[in-house]
């Protein structure tokens, strides 16, 4: 059973606010030093899973630059790797709107027979996850797709794109989209196995169709008629979906809980990303350091409380940084004070500036801007 | 089989098995044993090559290649994964003739000569694997073609009192050397040799083959080469090197040298975009620093999880410093683990060594007799006992 993997990179941007304005989902930073997308390579690379196809749609820039030759992911192959695939916006296509239209104009490359099937992944929903076992369980339960989904016990009141039951052979007995976490309900985790095959013909019988969304004109349409089986693969390690600005943020100061490090940070399963190599972190006379995620070479002479750091920030004397998150190569000047802010990369926070969010609404400083 | 031809090959001897250095370098060739929280000494040669626009470089190992040949890969963490050129761990191999080890610095080419011949390269730059520092060899190399020199050794001063420890160079006004001394009682200049040399490739050549067939010669460029060239009126000239440079041949020099990357303005600048020292990665998340934690002039690198204090010191990649463990003036190397109210000072901890709770390692310079203090040395892999007292000096 060989398996291949697709990646969405950018089907849902507009959430995520100014954060992707000129960036892909994808290749939004996260965790200190990752982009999003390090996650799903990482799992396919730890799974063995080497061709993997990535399905842009626009602002892409960002993301071929961080995967560069994707040797960092262990992906720059002879006879496999990781192939980008643009908009096929030949006619009648246009830039898609769904899954479904973006899988189908990469038709091409998931009809290859050397595999037997597909992993869809999407790259807002991180774990550290091998896909090994997923796969035998899907071979296994005899259904068309498998769907890769955990319980959310504690979050009930939050809406979740795909919510599924199953009974006690983990086989889908209910499929609803865009609502709320039932009791004993599965939350999807945006992962999909499905025989290639079986995809090949239906995304063409789809696109005759003009069919656009994977989960609610395929996935949930079949299944209401009755003409698609499916199964629930239980994932039961930690999970963070960044769906918008706000889980984004906690997400991000999830980290901070040494549980959450462990479940997602792995001896025998590492998340790799590019290499930048930059010096250690400096922690200078007066400097004061709490609590944080800290990437290399950043420069620290002021207090810095909980939070994430990516590398090289610098943080000057008097400056106090409290609950942030803070993107490459951002500089905080003397005295400046934060709290709950998101800085983009290389935003420079003049001396003494003062700018303060709450966890539910914290600020955002855009790429590059002075403030 | 044509190789493009390179204006010049970059020759690293990083065969020493570094005794000196002792159980840091247990099972690990010495330009392995780690530096400054993520590299390893020989990222320092290899590095500058890279930033000099040097693309071909050997190295010569034959002491515990395995770690050193690992670390290496391909090249790819240096840019040096090229098709034409890279990188080549050179060992020493049998031939139809004869099979020995490298006996010497100038053996150790003299058995590469095929190597370095394939690339018909006009110069060869002779690299030492254990000097900490940061060169531009361009510029070096500018001033051979400049000079018509056969030879050209970069020099750096030296406090006069220390000169009688080096190989010293006496030069005119030109640059021109005149006089080379090994570890001289009475030094005629303080310009010490910094090992790094740039030869004629012809020149160097024929020199290394009959040094080879000269049963009496040990086979070495300081004590054989140089002195030949010198006697047979080659232009052997010095260049002057300003800048930071260390020979980490030592415990208290390697953990000076790691000392001196500290401080805001520190005498060796790691932080500096230009000339960037280049490591291989292993895919650490950042490092975690708990809210207990206290960290002054210190390096700490990614991987790691400090919850003690931290004081003038370097934990490197992947270590844990356990809560009120307390590290001053000490490195950490990488994959170390310091438990709870451990305290360390003045000492080495070694790769993935492990100093369970409540021991007490080294201690300040300034409660002892001078000649019976020095750095504390936990070895490489070993596993120090709770309440263990490892005093100044000792190796563990």
């Known amino acids: ?371 | 089989m044509y190789f493009r031809k390179k204006d010049c090959v970059a020759m690293i001897l990083a065969g020493g098995q570094g005794s000196r250095l002792m159980v840091l370098t247990e099972n690990t060739a010495k330009p392995a044993v780690p530096f400054g929280g993520k590299y390893r000494l020989i990222d320092f040669p290899l590095s500058n090559c890279v930033n000099s626009g040097i693309d071909t470089v050997g190295i010569l190992t034959q002491y515990q290649p395995l770690q050193l040949n690992e670390y290496i890969g391909n090249g790819t963490p240096w840019g040096l994964n090229s098709s034409n050129g890279g990188i080549h761990v050179l060992s020493p191999y049998s031939k139809s003739a004869s099979s020995e080890w490298y006996k010497g610095t100038a053996n150790a080419i003299f058995q590469n000569i095929s190597f370095i011949d394939r690339y018909h390269p006009d110069n060869v730059l002779i690299l030492s694997g254990d000097h900490i520092y940061k060169m531009d060899y361009s510029k070096m190399m500018a001033q051979h073609v400049k000079n018509r020199a056969d030879c050209t050794i970069a020099v750096l001063e030296v406090p006069m009192e220390e000169a009688s420890r080096f190989g010293i160079m006496n030069a005119d006004e030109n640059g021109k050397i005149i006089e080379f001394q090994e570890k001289p009682k009475e030094p005629k200049s303080n310009k010490a040799s910094m090992g790094i040399y740039i030869f004629r490739w012809e020149v160097l050549k024929e020199y290394l083959i009959a040094d080879n067939d000269d049963p009496e010669s040990s086979n070495d460029f300081g004590k054989n080469i140089i002195p030949k060239l010198l006697a047979d009126q080659y232009r052997l000239y010095t260049y002057d090197f300003e800048g930071y440079w260390k020979d980490v041949g030592t415990i208290a020099s390697l953990w000076q040298s790691n000392m001196d990357i500290l401080g805001e303005k520190p005498l060796l600048d790691m932080r500096e975009k230009k000339n960037r020292i280049y490591s291989r990665n292993y895919a650490h998340p950042s490092s975690y620093i708990a809210p207990e934690a206290e960290i002054v002039d210190s390096y700490v690198a990614e991987g790691s999880t400090v919850y003690g204090k931290v004081y003038h010191s370097i934990i490197s990649t992947g270590c844990v410093i356990e809560k009120d463990a307390v590290i001053r003036n000490s490195l950490v190397m990488p994959n170390a683990v310091v438990e709870t109210h451990s305290e360390i000072r003045y000492a080495i901890i070694g790769e993935d060594a492990v100093v369970h709770a409540n021991a007490r390692i080294g201690d300040n310079p300034e409660f002892y007799d001078k000649n019976k203090w020095d750095i504390a040395v936990v070895g490489k892999d070993k596993v120090v006992e709770q309440n263990k007292i490892l005093l100044p000096k000792e190796i563990y």
């Open chain 1, 1 to 371: 059973m060989k398996a291949m993997g697709i990646i969405f990179s950018n089907i849902y941007d507009s959430s995520l606010g100014e954060l992707t304005n000129q960036r892909t989902v994808a290749s939004l930073p996260f965790g200190s030093r990752y982009r999003q997308v390090d996650f799903v390579l990482s799992n396919f690379s730890n799974s063995g899973i080497y061709n993997v196809g990535i399905i842009t749609k626009y602002n892409y820039r960002s993301l071929m630059d961080h995967l560069g030759n994707c040797a960092a992911w262990d992906m720059n192959r002879k006879n496999e790797g990781v192939v980008v695939l643009p908009p096929f916006a030949s006619g009648n296509t246009g830039v898609y709107k769904g899954k479904l239209e973006a899988l189908y104009s990469a038709v091409h490359f998931i009809d290859n027979p050397d595999y037997d099937c597909v992993v869809i992944c999407d790259s807002t929903v991180l774990c550290n996850m091998n896909f090994r076992p997923a796969i035998r369980h899907h071979l296994g339960s005899g259904c068309d797709v498998t769907i890769v989904a955990n319980r959310e016990g504690d979050q009930l009141r939050k809406k979740h794109p795909l919510i599924l039951k199953a009974n006690q052979k983990k086989r889908v007995t209910e499929i609803m989209l865009d609502t709320y976490v039932r009791p004993g309900s599965y939350v999807g985790m945006g992962m999909f196995i499905i025989n290639r095959s079986l995809l090949v013909e239906a995304l063409q019988d789809s696109n005759s169709r003009g069919l656009v969304h994977l989960e609610r004109d395929y996935l949930q349409k079949r299944f209401n008629d009755k003409s698609l089986k499916l199964s629930v693969y239980e994932y039961d390690g930690v999970v963070l979906r960044n769906e918008d600005i706000r889980s984004y943020y906690a997400n991000n100061m999830a980290l901070l809980n040494a549980d959450v490090r462990k479940g997602l940070f792995k001896q025998e399963s590492p998340i790799y990303t590019k290499v930048r190599d930059e010096a250690p972190t400096y922690y200078g006379k007066g400097s004061d350091i709490n609590d944080c995620m800290m990437a290399d070479g950043c420069v620290l002479y002021g207090n810095v409380e909980k939070s994430v750091l990516f590398r090289g920030v610098r943080v000057e004397k008097g400056a106090r940084v409290k609950a942030c998150i803070v993107m490459q190569g951002t500089k905080i000047g003397k005295g400046a004070s934060l709290e709950c802010v998101i800085l983009d990369k290389n935003v420079t926070v003049t001396d003494g500036a003062v700018l303060k969010g709450t966890p539910e609404h914290p600020v955002i400083i855009q790429k590059g801007e002075v403030v």
